[in-house]
Each structure stands twice: as structure tokens, then as C-alpha cells.
């Protein structure tokens, strides 16, 4: 994580305690970087968040899987000729 202070200096540990505030208030994100806008007595803090990765889980014929890379040519049979329904 990185962070810079436009506009004016901001000491460290009061960067510091900003960031700690950040932390507690999403803690399941990860932060990717931080701006503060210092403007006299002032602090603006704007953030931004590091993507999650994940994989998508389905359920094919009766399994879980991420992918299809796994099954054998009868289960990938089995995918291709199941009767999709849409919404």
C-alpha cells in the first residue's frame, strides 16, 4: 500500500492513524492506495481498494467445479447436451 499527502505536509503518525482508521472501517478490503488533500486544518482522505480475486463455482451435473478442465469426455458430454433455462 502506498500513499501520498498533496497540498501541504502531513506528519507520519498522524498519516498513520488515518490509516488505521481506514483499516478498522473495512477491514475485509485491501487498500490499495491513499490520497490525503491537506487544506489548511483540514485533511480530505480518498482511497481506493486492491481487487479480489475469485473463482466462480458452479454446479455442473451434480458437481462443483471452477472449470471444466477436470471432467472426462463423458462429463464434458454430459455439459454440452444439458437443457439450459434462462431467467
Request: charged share 30%; glycine share 6%; proline share 3%.
Amino acid at each position: 500500500m502506498s500513499y501520498q499527502v498533496e497540498g501541504g505536509t502531513l506528519a507520519p503518525q498522524e498519516a498513520e492513524a488515518y490509516l488505521h482508521m481506514i483499516r478498522e472501517k473495512h477491514p475485509e478490503q485491501i487498500i490499495q492506495d491513499v490520497t490525503f488533500r491537506v487544506d489548511g486544518d483540514f485533511v480530505d482522505v480518498s482511497y481506493t481498494y486492491d481487487t479480489v480475486p475469485f473463482d466462480r463455482i458452479r454446479r455442473i451435473t451434480g458437481y462443483l467445479v471452477g472449470t471444466l478442465d477436470r471432467f472426462n469426455d463423458a462429463k464434458r458430454a454430459e455439459e454440452s447436451e444439458r437443457v439450459k433455462h434462462s431467467v
